[in-house]
């Protein structure tokens, strides 16, 4: 009888323990839960508040005053362009013209700075083609761009001999051209083109953001066959 009762005694006490630290894992467990959504809910506002940041710095379409044709047309294109790019020089003499062509007032182009990394000279091009709009107004900057597009200059930033011969072909002052170059004005002015194509994840260029209808869509192409069905797709002329 005494064995029974001392056996007893110890399963009830094992079981004791056994409860004790089932319910401390329980109690364990839910606390970490409770870590874990607490955790969780602060990174999402966190990131709901960056986001929206973000939006209110970066609206809903590029801001740009590097445009061609109205700011009111019904369809609009963003194109993110580097001088040094093979196919950007492709949108630029053989799509863009053809869209003009086809579109007419209906439609506006904007230009916006994205200078790669693996075109050295893209940033110092961009330096020059924003001071001459700078200097000589809006209408300087595209055959800024039709002159950048043809020529190279000799280091990653442009040289006197580069500013020399940009200003005596575009018929722009040395001296201005040269103060642009140097205050830093310009160089902000294409960092907010290329934070901007960061915050929208644009991976290359040319990459196109087509607005038309209160609807946005972009692509990454210079080719007209593969743009065409997304202008299609936003936009039909009347």
């Excluded at 939006?55 to 362009?81: K, N, W």
């Excluded at 209906?106 to 050295?120: G, K």
């Excluded at 039709?146 to 040395?174: G, N, Y």
Aim: hydrophobic share 40%; aromatic share 8%; net charge neutral.
């Amino acid at each position: 009888i005494y064995c029974l009762l001392v056996g007893k005694h110890l399963i009830s006490r094992r079981m004791r323990m056994h409860d004790r630290l089932v319910y401390s894992v329980l109690a364990a467990t839910g606390v970490a839960i409770v870590c874990l959504a607490f955790f969780a809910h602060a990174q999402s506002a966190s990131q709901a508040e960056r986001d929206a940041q973000l939006s209110s710095y970066f609206p809903a379409l590029p801001i740009t005053e590097h445009r061609r044709g109205s700011d009111s047309a019904p369809l609009q294109l963003y194109v993110y362009f580097d001088t040094d790019c093979p196919y950007c020089t492709r949108f630029h003499e053989r799509t863009l013209p053809e869209l003009l062509r086809r579109y007419k007032n209906d439609l506006a182009v904007s230009y916006l700075y994205m200078p790669l990394r693996s075109h050295p000279k893209a940033f110092g091009e961009a330096l020059l083609a924003e001071c001459a709009s700078k200097i000589g107004g809006e209408e300087y900057f595209w055959p800024a761009i039709d002159v950048l597009l043809r020529t190279e200059l000799q280091a990653p930033l442009p040289t006197a001999d580069d500013i020399d011969r940009f200003a005596t072909t575009l018929s722009i002052p040395v001296a201005p051209l040269t103060l642009c170059i140097d205050d830093g004005t310009a160089r902000s002015r294409i960092r907010r083109d290329m934070q901007d194509a960061i915050f929208r994840d644009v991976g290359g260029v040319p990459t196109i953001i087509v607005s038309a209808n209160g609807k946005q869509k972009m692509i990454a192409t210079a080719n007209i066959l593969k743009l065409q069905p997304v202008i299609d797709e936003l936009y039909r002329i009347k």
